[in-house]
Each structure stands twice: as C-alpha cells, then as structure tokens.
C-alpha cells in the first residue's frame, strides 16, 4: 500500500464529494417537473414523445399501475432485443459477418441488458454486430437506468405524500431521465473518450502486422459513444471482452479516473436528491454516510490484500503485491479502486479480472454484491435497496425501545415491513440456493475454471453477480445451456422481485396520513442511525452469507497460507 494509492482515493471521493449536492438538487428539480437549464431545449421534445407515445403526463398512477408499466415496457425490450440479436446476421452494420446467437445465449442477453445487470457470456467484438451494439445494448443501457432512477423516485414521492395513492407516472419518469440526466452527460463525455482515443467508427476490423512480423486484428466500432452509459448507468457490459481493461475502451489513467467517478456520481446525487424531495437533507446525507462508511472499509480491505499479495510467490523473491490479471498501467490501487466501486454499484465493469484476485481481494467485491448493491448501488436501485434497509432498521429500532416505529412522520407497520423484508429476502435466497444447486449438478461442474473453494467462488460469485444485477464475474465460470437459462431467471428476478415490493411499499405509506413528531421520534439523521443502519446491513447481508463465503474465499485465503493454491 502506498500513499499515492490512498491519494486517489482521497481524491475520488472528494469529487464525488462535490458533485453529489448539485447533482442531486438538479435531478429533484427533474423530477418534481421544475425549470432547469435544459427546459428551453429540452421541453418541446419532451412534449413530442408524449404525444407520439400517448402519454398522458397530468395522469398519475398507483403503485401498482406504476408497477405493470415498468414490467410491461421491460418485457417488451427484452423480446425487441432478442429477436435482435436473432437475426443481427442479416441486419446491416454488421462488417464483421457476426452470426446469430443461439437461442439460449440470446435469452441471457437480452434479459441482461433489461435488467441493467449486463452480464456477458459472450465476446463482444466477435459475439455482435454493430447494429446490436447501439441500437440493442446500447438502448438498453439508456433506457434500464432510466427505468432503475424511475422506481427510485416513486418510492421517494412514496415516503412524501400524505393520504394519496399515486406515486407518478412512470412514462414521463422515464422520459425525463432519460432527456434531463442521462443523453446531456453521455454527450458530452462521450466526446471527451473519443478524444482521449476511445474508437468510435463504423469501420470493419483492421487486420495489420507488429513490428516484430506477428498478424494482429485491430477491433474498432462505435465505442465512444457507448462508453459513457455503460458507467453512468451502472450497466458495466463491454463493448469487447476485456472490458475497461482494455485500452480501446479504457486507453489511459485519466479515463480510468473519470469512468470509476461516472460509476458513482448518479448513485451518490440520488441521496442528495431524496433528502430535497422529502424536506430534510439532513435524511440525505445520513443515507450517504452510510454508504460512504461501508464503500470505504470495502476498499481498505480489498487494497490491503491486494497490495499484500500472495505470500507463496513472495517466498520465491517476488514482490509489488498481485499483479496477475491486472493491467500495469493501472497497478494494483487503481485496480482495487475499480473494483471496489464497481461492485458497490450494480455497474459490472472492470479493469482487472476478478478471478485473479487474492482471496481477500476477491471476497471484497463478493460481499459488495451480496449487501444488496445498496452501497450507492446501482442508479435507483441502490437508493430505494437502501430505504428497504432504512425501514427495516426503523422497525428494529422502534422494538427495541418499545414503541410503534416512525419515518419520515409516519408509522411503519406490519404491512409495510412485511413489503420490507420480502425485498430485503430476494438477494439471499436467490443467491444461495441456485449456487447449492449448482455446486452439487454436472451441468454447473462442467464449465469451472478452477477446482476446490476456488472453484466454488466461481459459481457463487456467478449467481450472486447476476441476482444483484452486477454483471461482473469471476472470469473462470464458462457458459453452457444451464448456466445461460438458470442465471437468466435469476437476473428478472434480482431487478423486478426488489423493484415490485419497494414500489408496493412506497404505496401503502403514501397512503398514510403525517403524524407531528414527538420527543419520543426516534431521529433518523443522527450519527446514532447510521451506526445503526450499517449494522442491520451488516446483519441482514453480509452474515446469511458467512458460511457459503467460509466455503470459497475464507478457507481459500487459509489453505494458501499453508501454501496450497487452486
């Protein structure tokens, strides 16, 4: 570990920092349908969607209206993307002669990109045409954050109104995320990666000879153009296999930089803008605290270990921590930074294979992912993954001193915590149980990479990555029939069985009526609270996880300090 590792950090973190407060009050002015600098520009188109779509933006809908419209626009994207990429063969913009993918490859494409987990068992740039690049994952890049920030807002308009039944209405959320906040960004800073060597051409691939004689295909395409959603949006899917390791997506440490402060900027303005929307910051920032608390643990953990490396080879003379599986221009800080952030977000990007980690440094992102991707997490989903928790520890705390619990000025009940935990189930459930199936069935052996815990981490990362909609994997998990179908159901349900009960949560205190606080409110803004709140994380997460993580990382890290590997 060295101090210029921990500068970056520093750095990082006070930029996210800075933007978070302005970003936030302008996407609450967003969403609350306010004046902001692009309502000149951006207001008559606005108006031509709704018309041409048939949206009538005056009209809100309850939760569950709001719900069925969510799930009806994502089933639609998913059956467009995977005739998509069915019949990209005979499309244009295809200079590479790409061949339709299988049936069950498509399905788990096209249920990735839906969900915004862009998990990838494919090969970008032999796997996809152009035209399935832009107008399939890159739409779905767009348009599955949208729809991510959509249910956010409506859970927080949820937590605000007062004896109504409506939360919004999910077209004119998604329309105006998607106008306002993600198509400005993904512009401009799309120039700047073009201009920073990011391709972004039509152009087949170039085939040319290096200096030392050896044929090399040089991949181009529309990158550019790509690259800044799939980090804004916290989508993660690369445009070629090596993902933001390589130098065409990822070409030098300022874009490094820059893509790592993409990933967490939406996620950490989210928190300034609930507390803008429910009239108290102050609920806003002890949101991001919380987050920030357990962001910054994951990273000293994970850059320990990786600094640290693996004390076999150190036996034989080598030194300068793991470096296998990483690119040297980033090293390892950078490395352990990009990783940590992308996993405490639902993004799925990397600069370095996972796979190749320590143990520890493995372990780190694995937990990320089975905290329910609420540290800032992925864009909406991190914020109202976190409100479930905040109501959960709400009621926690309510029992513990004997009263009926309170938030925001209303009464958390049986009803809603029951909305609660049945969100807060999913990750664990649906992580741990296909992981055992998996690890006992042929058909899950038959692709590992590695043997022993090391192996098992494989499959367990694999299904927890898909179940929060991360989309990162430790690379030595292959695909075949059971994988592609099994990870597929499990990415619908990671999105939509967290996204439905927090919606239906966010309906019934809606329905409630303010009540005036009390010297017995229990404060949910103290330093008290965010203790608290990581504890029920903690709790919640991280421990229903002990023992399938005592089976692969931890007994991994012990057995290679009595020097055997896997």
Excluded at 16 to 28: I, R
Excluded at 247 to 270: D, R, Y
Excluded at 297 to 318: L, T
Excluded at 356 to 363: C, P, V
Aim: glycine share 10%; with cysteine.
């Amino acid at each position: 570990m060295t101090g210029f590792g921990w500068l970056q950090a520093v750095i990082f973190f006070a930029i996210v920092l800075a933007v978070t407060k302005p970003l936030g009050t302008y996407m609450a002015r967003v969403f609350e349908g306010e004046r902001t600098w692009l309502t000149p520009v951006l207001a008559p188109l606005e108006k031509v969607i709704y018309r041409l779509c048939g949206v009538r933006d005056a009209e809100e809908m309850s939760w569950y209206a709001y719900a069925l419209s969510m799930l009806a626009f994502s089933l639609i994207g998913l059956a467009y993307l995977y005739v998509l990429l069915r019949t990209q063969k005979w499309l244009p913009f295809n200079p590479q002669h790409v061949d339709n993918m299988s049936p069950d490859l498509a399905w788990n494409t096209a249920v990735s990109f839906t969900t915004n987990t862009n998990w990838q068992f494919y090969s970008g740039e032999t796997a996809m045409s152009y035209l399935s690049q832009m107008a399939g994952l890159a739409w779905h890049n767009f348009v599955s954050a949208a729809v991510g920030i959509a249910i956010a807002v409506a859970v927080v308009r949820g937590l605000v109104r007062t004896n109504v039944k409506t939360l919004g209405n999910f077209w004119v959320d998604l329309t105006r995320c998607s106008l306002y906040v993600l198509l400005p960004t993904s512009i401009v800073l799309g120039l700047f990666l073009v201009w920073q060597g990011v391709p972004q051409n039509l152009h087949a691939y170039q085939a040319v000879h290096s200096i030392e004689g050896f044929a090399q295909t040089i991949t181009g395409g529309p990158m550019g153009s790509q690259e800044v959603i799939k980090e804004l949006g916290t989508n993660g899917g690369g445009f070629v296999n090596a993902n933001s390791a390589s130098p065409n997506e990822n070409p030098t440490p300022l874009t490094n930089f820059v893509e790592m402060l993409l990933i967490f900027s939406l996620g950490a303005g989210l928190t300034y803008m609930y507390g803008k929307m429910v009239k108290d910051t102050r609920q806003g920032w002890a949101i991001f605290s919380a987050m920030a608390i357990l962001f910054v643990a994951g990273f000293a953990v994970a850059y320990w270990a990786e600094a640290a490396g693996n004390p076999i080879v150190h036996q034989i003379g080598a030194a300068g921590g793991n470096l296998e599986g990483k690119e040297c221009r980033f090293g390892v800080a950078a490395s352990a930074f990009f990783a940590t952030v992308t996993t405490d977000t639902s993004c799925g990007a990397v600069n370095s294979m996972h796979d190749s980690f320590t143990a520890l440094g493995g372990l780190v992102p694995l937990v990320n992912m089975q905290l329910g991707e609420i540290v800032f997490g992925g864009v909406g989903s991190g914020l109202y993954g976190m409100i479930v928790f905040v109501v959960l520890t709400v009621f926690i705390a309510g029992l513990m001193v004997g009263r009926t619990p309170e938030y925001l000025g209303k009464k958390v009940e049986r009803r809603e915590v029951q909305f609660a935990i049945l969100a807060a189930l999913v990750t664990p459930v649906l992580c741990l149980v296909p992981t055992a199936i998996a690890a006992v069935l042929p058909a899950g052996l038959a692709t590992l990479g590695n043997n022993g815990p090391h192996g098992f981490s494989e499959i367990l990362y694999g299904f927890t990555s898909t179940n929060a909609n991360n989309g990162s994997a430790f690379a030595g998990l292959g695909p075949n029939l059971f994988y592609n179908l099994l990870t597929g159901v499990n990415m619908m349900f990671g999105r939509f069985a967290v996204a439905i009960p927090a919606l239906a949560l966010a309906g019934a205190l809606a329905g409630k009526k303010a009540i005036p606080e009390s010297s017995g409110t229990f404060t949910t803004h103290s330093a008290i609270f965010v203790a608290l709140l990581i504890g029920v994380i903690v709790i919640v997460g991280a421990l229903t996880f002990l023992p399938a993580d005592s089976l692969g990382p931890i007994v991994e890290h012990l057995l290679m300090l009595r020097g055997k590997l896997f």
